[in-house]
Nanobody
Framework: QVQLVESGGGLVQAGGSLRLSCAAS????????MGWFRQAPGKEREFVAA????????YYGGSVKGRFTISRDNAKNTVFLQMNSLKPEDTAVYVC??????????????????WGQGTQVTVSS
């Protein structure tokens, strides 16, 4: 069983920055694919970024590429999402997720097997 706890959300003006954190329990974090997703009211869940277990590979959704950076500290079982140049359309609940099998390098959202509760990010114009 893996528990994921997000933190770092809040209210920020457009153009500002926030750094989200997701702390994971359990062993084997180094082997997990860690992802960030977001969901705005009335919209479908959207992939934001992920950090694969292999050689630090990272990948991003198109709407955040170049503005957001995912990183991880395997010693602290934590993944981060640095969000810069925030826009009002980035407003959403941000949720981290873990794929723990170690078998899927680029999981689809339905392949993640643990999810956090989420943290609200609100960007004012």
């Amino acid at each position: 069983q893996v528990q994921l706890v997000e933190s770092g959300g809040g209210l920020v003006q457009a153009g500002g920055s926030l750094r989200l954190s997701c702390a994971a329990s359990g062993r084997g974090f180094w082997n997990y694919v860690m992802g960030w997703f977001r969901q705005a009211p009335g919209k479908e869940r959207e992939f934001v970024a992920a950090s694969s277990w292999s050689a630090g590979t990272t990948y991003y959704g198109g709407s955040v590429k170049g503005r957001f950076t995912i990183s991880r500290d395997n010693a602290k079982n934590t993944v981060f999402l640095q969000m810069n140049s925030l826009k009002p359309e980035d407003t959403a609940v941000y949720v981290c997720a873990a794929e723990t099998s170690g078998m899927i390098q680029y999981p689809r959202d339905y392949e993640y097997d643990y999810w956090g509760q989420g943290t609200q990010v609100t960007v004012s114009s």
